[in-house]
């Protein structure tokens, strides 16, 4: 089995450019459940950088001081950065809790912010439900949303904050109208849990990541597959997909330009996508990948793993072309079925809709 096409070459695949790195404390049992970063992010404005560490843990550190002490120091920088909760500083420099969101029944996987300002916040659980909370109206639960039959792994908004995409358990791959509150479509197409999702930036697409060896770009207007980029060569066969436990993908992440995607999968491996190639045009190494994110501006992209720490790599630098920059406006405003209904030429027509 192979990582990649038989007609590519993977020594001739760039190698990416280590940034700098967070490491967690050592520890006796560095596999010991209980230490693992299951998410890394970007604050919208590239001011902060955050990533949880084990299961009570989340850290923050001012993202312009973390790349500051990479270039003085080196790539290595062990933190000590302190604990966050959810809480206001009070005038006397203590802190309080602002808000207790209590109702799950078991862990909580994701939490994701709507990205529309109105402080909607979804989590996405173990007890097989979705809840959104209006942080606004302290805190208060107004919906839960049901329909997997297992756990939810992760949930995304898309841009305009209009949908939201759940993935989870058996295969589940949900679209969610987020000012109804009800199920749009189920997307089926993974043979294995999907347990990663996210947006493009114009909303136009989809890409999902599954224990089935592959990542998929979806229309999620339509609920078509556009792209597949597969981790394992030949891909395993339907009846075989969940066998190949050292290809499985953990995260997938969109960049900020909308022409990259970045996956982690269990053969150590980072890979850079391309969304118009079928094969990576970047990798790094990295062992027991959970989770990854792009920098605001889309340089860097950070990798969070088992043991707590995080990973930092140069991502593939490409000038959008007019075409691209076009479609991406177009697309922000306009979903699939608007966009065919235009009477414009059959090529451009398949350019706007991602299908060339």
């Not at 010991?32 to 590239?46: L, Q, S």
């Not at 209590?102 to 659980?125: C, K, N, Q, Y």
């Not at 839960?144 to 898309?158: D, I, K, P, T």
């Not at 993974?190 to 979806?218: E, M």
Request: glycine share 6%; hydrophobic share 40%; net charge neutral.
């Amino acid at each position: 089995m192979a990582s990649f096409p038989p007609r590519v070459n993977e020594k001739e695949i760039v190698r990416s450019r280590t940034i700098g790195e967070l490491l967690a404390p050592a520890a006796p049992f560095d596999k010991k459940c209980g230490r693992e970063n299951w998410t890394v992010a970007f604050a919208p404005d590239g001011s902060y950088f955050a990533w949880s560490q084990g299961h009570r843990t989340v850290k923050l550190v001012p993202w312009s001081q973390c790349l500051k002490n990479f270039l003085l120091h080196g790539t290595k920088n062990i933190t000590n950065s302190s604990s966050l909760r959810l809480s206001r500083q009070n005038s006397d420099g203590g802190r309080k809790l602002l808000l207790n969101l209590v109702d799950h029944t078991e862990v909580i996987r994701d939490l994701t912010f709507a990205p529309d300002g109105s402080l909607i916040l979804v989590s996405a659980s173990r007890d097989k439900t979705l809840r959104v909370w209006d942080l606004k109206d302290d805190g208060n639960m107004m919906k839960v949303l049901r329909g997997h039959q297992n756990w939810v792994y992760s949930c995304a908004f898309s841009p305009d904050s209009s949908m939201l995409c759940s993935v989870g358990a058996s295969k589940a791959v949900f679209l969610w109208n987020m000012d109804k509150y009800t199920m749009i479509r189920k997307l089926e197409g993974h043979h294995h849990d999907v347990v990663a999702c996210d947006f493009s930036p114009d909303g136009a697409l989809l890409a999902t990541a599954s224990y089935d060896t592959r990542v998929y770009i979806w229309d999620p207007h339509t609920g078509d597959i556009l792209i597949e980029f597969g981790h394992l060569f030949p891909p395993p066969t339907p009846i075989f997909a969940g066998g190949a436990n050292d290809r499985w993908v953990r995260s997938v992440s969109f960049s900020h330009d909308g022409l990259h995607i970045a996956s982690l999968a269990d053969d150590k491996m980072v890979r850079f996508w391309r969304i118009d190639e079928d094969y990576p045009v970047q990798v790094a190494p990295l062992s027991n990948g959970l989770c990854c994110a792009f920098s605001t501006d889309g340089s860097v992209l950070a990798a969070g793993t088992h043991d707590g720490s995080v990973y930092f790599w140069a991502t593939p630098k490409q000038v959008p072309s007019l075409q691209h920059l076009c479609r991406m406006s177009i697309r922000r405003v306009m979903p699939t079925q608007e966009v065919q209904d235009l009477p414009i030429p059959s090529k451009v027509l398949e350019f706007l809709s991602y299908r060339i």
